[in-house]
Antibody, heavy 120, light 110 residues
Framework: EVQLVESGGGLVQPGGSLRLSCTAS????????MNWVRQAPGMGLEWVSY????????YYADSVKGRSTISRDNAKNSLHLQMNSLRAEDTAVYYC?????????????WGKGTTVTVSS | QAVVTQEPSFSVSPGGTVTLTCGLS?????????PSWYQQTPGQAPRTLIY???TRSSGVPDRFSGSILGDKAALTITGAQADDESDYYC??????????FGGGTKLTVL
C-alpha cells in the first residue's frame, strides 16, 4: 500500500524550531518529487515547499522562505521540513504529498498530517 | 503573488448537478496551469479528484468531471450524493515548482 506518514509536530514557543518528517512506503520514493502543504485551523490549504526527486530543485512559498529548509533522504524513504523562527501563523496541520511532475503537476498521495502549534 | 479564487460556498440538492469554479486574479485559467481538484472532509487529509484539468484520479466516480469553462477551471458533480458534502480545493501550477491553492468551496448537499 502506498503510504505517507508525517511526524514531528507539536507545541513550540514563538521563535522556536521544529523538524517535521514524512516516511514513505509502498512505492519507489526516490523517483518522486514531494511537497509540503499546510492548513491553518479553519482555513484552506497552502502550498509550502517543493523538492525534486534528486533534491536538485527546491522551492518555498514566500511565507516560509528563509525560515524553512526542505530535505530528503532517499535511502531512508524520508522527507523533512526544518522550520525555524516559528510564528503563531505557522500553526497548522502539515501534510506531505507525493507530487507528479513532467506533464502532470499535481499531488496524488497525501499523508494524514502532523499538527504544529506555535504558542507561548 | 497570484490569487486563485473559488466560491466560498455552494449548495446542491441530492441528485442535482453543481459546477464549482477556479479562477485566477491576474489571468485566465488554461490547461497550462495544470488545474487539479481535491476533496477534503473535516479532520481528514485531502483526496485527489481531478488532475491536468480533466483526468479523474484512480477510484474517483465518474460523476466528478473537470473542464475549462470560459476563463476558469471547473469541477462538475453530476448526480450529487450526500457524501459529496465536503470542502473542494483547486490548485494551479504556477511553474518553477510552485503551486497556489484556491481558498476552497464548502459544498452542502441538501
Amino acid at each position: 500500500e502506498v503510504q505517507l506518514v508525517e511526524s514531528g509536530g507539536g507545541l513550540v514557543q514563538p521563535g522556536g524550531s521544529l523538524r517535521l518528517s514524512c516516511t514513505a512506503s509502498g512505492f519507489s520514493f526516490g523517483t518522486y518529487s514531494m511537497n509540503w502543504v499546510r492548513q491553518a485551523p479553519g482555513m484552506g490549504l497552502e502550498w509550502v515547499s517543493y523538492i525534486s526527486s534528486s533534491s536538485r530543485t527546491i522551492y518555498y512559498a514566500d511565507s516560509v522562505k528563509g525560515r524553512s529548509t526542505i530535505s530528503r533522504d532517499n535511502a531512508k524513504n524520508s522527507l523533512h521540513l526544518q522550520m525555524n523562527s516559528l510564528r503563531a501563523e505557522d500553526t497548522a496541520v502539515y501534510y506531505c504529498a507525493r507530487t507528479m511532475v513532467d506533464y502532470f503537476y499535481y499531488m496524488d498521495v497525501w499523508g494524514k498530517g502532523t499538527t504544529v502549534t506555535v504558542s507561548s | 503573488q497570484a490569487v486563485v479564487t473559488q466560491e466560498p460556498s455552494f449548495s446542491v440538492s441530492p441528485g442535482g448537478t453543481v459546477t464549482l469554479t477556479c479562477g485566477l486574479s491576474s489571468a485566465s485559467v488554461s490547461t497550462s496551469y495544470y488545474p487539479s481538484w481535491y476533496q477534503q472532509t473535516p479532520g481528514q487529509a485531502p483526496r485527489t479528484l481531478i488532475y491536468t484539468t480533466t483526468t479523474r484520479s484512480s477510484g474517483v466516480p465518474d460523476r466528478f468531471s473537470g473542464s475549462i469553462l470560459g476563463d476558469k477551471a471547473a469541477l462538475t458533480i453530476t448526480g450529487a450524493q450526500a457524501d459529496d458534502e465536503s470542502d473542494y480545493y483547486c490548485v494551479l501550477y504556477m511553474g518553477s515548482g510552485t503551486w497556489v491553492f484556491g481558498g476552497g468551496t464548502k459544498l452542502t448537499v441538501l
